[in-house]
Protein backbone atom coordinates (compact mmCIF):
# COMPACT_ATOMS: atom_id res chain seq x y z
CA UNK A 1 0.00 0.00 0.00
CA UNK A 2 1.62 3.56 -1.31
CA UNK A 3 1.83 5.81 1.91
CA UNK A 4 1.58 9.88 1.01
CA UNK A 5 1.89 11.99 4.02
CA UNK A 6 -1.13 14.82 4.43
CA UNK A 7 -0.77 17.91 3.59
CA UNK A 8 1.11 17.22 0.28
CA UNK A 9 0.37 18.96 -2.81
CA UNK A 10 1.00 15.77 -5.21
CA UNK A 11 0.38 17.69 -8.20
CA UNK A 12 2.11 20.65 -7.79
CA UNK A 13 5.13 19.33 -5.46
CA UNK A 14 7.82 21.79 -5.39
CA UNK A 15 7.61 23.74 -7.81
CA UNK A 16 4.41 24.96 -6.46
CA UNK A 17 6.35 27.71 -5.01
CA UNK A 18 8.79 28.45 -8.34
CA UNK A 19 6.79 30.96 -9.58
CA UNK A 20 6.39 33.45 -6.84
CA UNK A 21 9.93 33.06 -6.57
CA UNK A 22 10.85 34.24 -9.91
CA UNK A 23 8.57 36.90 -9.69
CA UNK A 24 10.50 38.07 -6.49
CA UNK A 25 13.67 37.79 -7.77
CA UNK A 26 11.99 39.63 -11.01
CA UNK A 27 10.92 42.00 -8.67
CA UNK A 28 14.04 42.93 -6.73
CA UNK A 29 16.07 43.10 -9.75
CA UNK A 30 13.63 46.01 -11.34
CA UNK A 31 14.10 47.84 -7.89
CA UNK A 32 17.64 47.64 -8.05
CA UNK A 33 17.74 48.93 -11.72
CA UNK A 34 15.31 51.88 -10.38
CA UNK A 35 17.85 52.47 -7.49
CA UNK A 36 20.77 52.80 -9.84
CA UNK A 37 18.85 54.80 -12.42
CA UNK A 38 17.71 57.25 -9.76
CA UNK A 39 20.60 57.53 -8.18
CA UNK A 40 22.78 58.74 -11.35
CA UNK A 41 20.27 60.81 -12.59
CA UNK A 42 20.64 62.47 -9.15
CA UNK A 43 24.02 62.57 -9.23
CA UNK A 44 23.94 64.67 -13.00
CA UNK A 45 21.10 66.70 -11.12
CA UNK A 46 23.38 68.14 -8.33
CA UNK A 47 21.71 70.72 -7.13
CA UNK A 48 24.22 71.82 -4.99
CA UNK A 49 26.87 71.60 -7.81
CA UNK A 50 24.05 74.03 -9.40
CA UNK A 51 23.77 76.62 -6.64
CA UNK A 52 27.41 77.29 -6.07
CA UNK A 53 27.94 77.70 -10.14
CA UNK A 54 24.67 80.02 -9.74
CA UNK A 55 26.69 81.71 -6.61
CA UNK A 56 29.93 82.24 -8.20
CA UNK A 57 29.06 83.35 -11.52
CA UNK A 58 26.70 85.68 -10.32
CA UNK A 59 29.11 86.89 -7.40
CA UNK A 60 31.36 87.72 -10.20
CA UNK A 61 29.20 89.74 -11.92
CA UNK A 62 28.21 91.98 -8.99
CA UNK A 63 31.69 92.16 -8.05
CA UNK A 64 32.53 93.47 -11.50
CA UNK A 65 29.93 96.45 -10.93
CA UNK A 66 31.03 97.46 -7.93
CA UNK A 67 34.37 97.86 -9.12
CA UNK A 68 33.68 99.28 -12.00
CA UNK A 69 31.05 101.87 -10.69
CA UNK A 70 34.19 102.74 -7.53
CA UNK A 71 36.32 103.11 -10.73
CA UNK A 72 33.95 105.69 -12.30
CA UNK A 73 33.74 107.78 -9.26
CA UNK A 74 37.29 108.30 -9.58
CA UNK A 75 37.11 109.28 -13.22
CA UNK A 76 36.01 112.87 -14.43
CA UNK A 77 32.94 113.83 -15.59
CA UNK A 78 33.46 112.77 -19.56
CA UNK A 79 34.83 109.13 -18.19
CA UNK A 80 32.47 108.96 -15.41
CA UNK A 81 30.43 105.81 -16.70
CA UNK A 82 33.48 104.15 -18.90
CA UNK A 83 33.84 101.05 -16.93
CA UNK A 84 30.32 100.59 -15.98
CA UNK A 85 29.61 101.13 -19.65
CA UNK A 86 32.43 98.15 -20.07
CA UNK A 87 30.65 95.65 -18.05
CA UNK A 88 27.13 96.23 -19.86
CA UNK A 89 28.63 95.76 -23.19
CA UNK A 90 30.50 92.31 -21.92
CA UNK A 91 27.27 90.28 -21.98
CA UNK A 92 25.21 91.22 -23.95
CA UNK A 93 21.43 89.97 -23.27
CA UNK A 94 20.79 89.51 -27.20
CA UNK A 95 23.72 87.63 -27.33
CA UNK A 96 22.85 85.47 -24.19
CA UNK A 97 19.18 84.84 -26.27
CA UNK A 98 20.93 83.58 -29.74
CA UNK A 99 22.95 81.50 -27.39
CA UNK A 100 19.76 80.24 -25.82
CA UNK A 101 18.14 79.68 -29.23
CA UNK A 102 20.81 78.16 -30.88
CA UNK A 103 21.00 75.32 -27.61
CA UNK A 104 17.56 74.69 -27.92
CA UNK A 105 17.55 73.88 -31.39
CA UNK A 106 20.55 72.25 -31.16
CA UNK A 107 18.93 69.94 -28.79
CA UNK A 108 15.94 69.14 -31.15
CA UNK A 109 18.48 67.69 -33.38
CA UNK A 110 20.11 65.92 -30.50
CA UNK A 111 17.48 64.06 -28.90
CA UNK A 112 16.61 62.93 -32.64
CA UNK A 113 19.98 61.38 -33.57
CA UNK A 114 20.88 60.22 -29.68
CA UNK A 115 17.43 58.11 -30.17
CA UNK A 116 18.04 56.99 -33.27
CA UNK A 117 21.30 55.60 -32.67
CA UNK A 118 19.91 53.27 -29.63
CA UNK A 119 18.94 51.24 -33.10
CA UNK A 120 21.51 52.14 -35.90
CA UNK A 121 25.08 51.93 -34.35
CA UNK A 122 26.45 54.20 -37.31
CA UNK A 123 24.96 57.28 -35.50
CA UNK A 124 26.86 56.38 -32.06
CA UNK A 125 29.74 59.00 -33.12
CA UNK A 126 27.28 61.95 -34.16
CA UNK A 127 25.42 61.72 -31.58
CA UNK A 128 28.30 61.62 -29.42
CA UNK A 129 29.52 64.84 -30.81
CA UNK A 130 26.55 66.60 -31.24
CA UNK A 131 26.19 65.68 -27.19
CA UNK A 132 29.47 67.24 -26.47
CA UNK A 133 28.71 70.65 -28.62
CA UNK A 134 24.75 71.04 -27.32
CA UNK A 135 26.51 70.48 -23.82
CA UNK A 136 29.41 73.56 -24.03
CA UNK A 137 26.65 75.64 -25.63
CA UNK A 138 24.12 75.55 -23.08
CA UNK A 139 26.81 75.25 -20.11
CA UNK A 140 27.92 78.73 -22.00
CA UNK A 141 24.72 80.07 -22.11
CA UNK A 142 24.49 79.13 -18.52
CA UNK A 143 27.59 80.97 -17.57
CA UNK A 144 26.91 84.07 -18.88
CA UNK A 145 23.10 84.47 -17.89
CA UNK A 146 24.56 83.19 -14.31
CA UNK A 147 26.96 86.52 -14.82
CA UNK A 148 24.63 88.53 -16.05
CA UNK A 149 22.13 88.01 -13.54
CA UNK A 150 24.77 89.38 -10.58
CA UNK A 151 25.29 92.38 -12.42
CA UNK A 152 21.35 92.81 -12.75
CA UNK A 153 21.38 92.43 -9.01
CA UNK A 154 24.05 95.07 -8.81
CA UNK A 155 21.65 97.75 -10.49
CA UNK A 156 18.61 97.17 -10.04
CA UNK A 157 18.53 96.40 -6.08
CA UNK A 158 21.43 98.44 -5.22
CA UNK A 159 20.40 101.08 -8.01
CA UNK A 160 24.11 101.32 -9.04
CA UNK A 161 24.72 102.43 -13.01
CA UNK A 162 21.83 104.77 -15.19
CA UNK A 163 19.45 101.63 -15.87
CA UNK A 164 20.24 101.09 -19.21
CA UNK A 165 21.38 97.20 -18.74
CA UNK A 166 18.03 96.39 -16.69
CA UNK A 167 15.90 97.84 -19.38
CA UNK A 168 17.56 96.02 -22.15
CA UNK A 169 17.06 92.68 -20.58
CA UNK A 170 13.66 93.74 -19.21
CA UNK A 171 13.16 94.16 -23.08
CA UNK A 172 14.03 90.39 -23.95
CA UNK A 173 11.43 89.11 -21.30
CA UNK A 174 8.69 91.85 -23.05
CA UNK A 175 8.93 94.47 -21.17
CA UNK A 176 8.64 92.48 -17.80
CA UNK A 177 9.60 94.66 -14.70
CA UNK A 178 12.96 94.35 -12.97
CA UNK A 179 12.18 92.19 -10.43
CA UNK A 180 10.38 89.53 -12.55
CA UNK A 181 13.49 89.60 -14.92
CA UNK A 182 15.65 88.41 -11.69
CA UNK A 183 13.12 85.65 -11.32
CA UNK A 184 13.07 84.55 -15.12
CA UNK A 185 16.76 84.75 -15.68
CA UNK A 186 17.66 82.25 -13.11
CA UNK A 187 15.14 80.30 -13.91
CA UNK A 188 16.24 79.93 -17.43
CA UNK A 189 19.93 79.83 -16.41
CA UNK A 190 18.92 76.82 -14.81
CA UNK A 191 17.02 74.59 -17.11
CA UNK A 192 20.01 75.22 -19.46
CA UNK A 193 22.54 73.96 -16.51
CA UNK A 194 19.96 70.75 -16.50
CA UNK A 195 19.91 70.54 -20.27
CA UNK A 196 23.75 70.38 -20.59
CA UNK A 197 23.80 67.77 -17.63
CA UNK A 198 21.23 65.71 -19.83
CA UNK A 199 22.97 65.70 -23.07
CA UNK A 200 26.50 65.32 -21.58
CA UNK A 201 26.37 61.66 -23.19
CA UNK A 202 24.52 59.57 -25.64
CA UNK A 203 24.28 56.97 -22.87
CA UNK A 204 23.40 59.25 -19.82
CA UNK A 205 21.06 58.05 -17.17
CA UNK A 206 18.97 61.17 -17.71
CA UNK A 207 18.41 60.38 -21.52
CA UNK A 208 18.33 56.76 -20.83
CA UNK A 209 15.60 56.95 -17.88
CA UNK A 210 13.63 60.03 -20.17
CA UNK A 211 13.75 57.45 -23.35
CA UNK A 212 12.07 54.57 -21.23
CA UNK A 213 9.30 56.57 -19.60
CA UNK A 214 8.48 57.78 -22.78
CA UNK A 215 7.88 54.64 -24.38
CA UNK A 216 5.40 54.06 -27.67
CA UNK A 217 5.17 57.68 -26.88
CA UNK A 218 8.62 59.20 -27.79
CA UNK A 219 8.16 60.44 -31.28
CA UNK A 220 4.63 62.14 -30.35
CA UNK A 221 6.55 63.45 -27.63
CA UNK A 222 9.50 64.70 -29.92
CA UNK A 223 7.75 65.98 -32.42
CA UNK A 224 5.55 68.10 -29.78
CA UNK A 225 8.47 69.45 -27.96
CA UNK A 226 9.85 70.16 -31.27
CA UNK A 227 7.62 71.95 -32.89
CA UNK A 228 7.05 74.51 -29.81
CA UNK A 229 10.90 75.47 -29.54
CA UNK A 230 10.65 76.02 -33.28
CA UNK A 231 7.73 78.29 -32.32
CA UNK A 232 8.90 79.98 -29.63
CA UNK A 233 12.18 80.72 -31.96
CA UNK A 234 10.39 82.19 -34.48
CA UNK A 235 8.22 84.20 -32.59
CA UNK A 236 9.88 85.67 -30.19
CA UNK A 237 10.89 88.65 -31.90
Known amino acids: ????????????????????????????????????????????????????????????????????????????????????????????????????????????????VVYLSRRIPVLAKPAQYLCLVNNRLFLLAFTLGATAWGILLAQIILRLADGAYPAAWSNLFFDAPGFLVLVFLPLLNSLWWCAAQTVSQPDSAALQWLFEKLGKYTWPAYGVFTGLVVFLVVNQQ
Open 1 to 112: MLFCPPFINIRGGQNSTAHPTRRNEHKNKKTTMDTTTKNAINLAFDLTALRLAIAAYAGLGLFAVLIAEGLDNQEPAPYAAYYVGAVNEAISPKFWDLLSDTSLLLLCLSLL
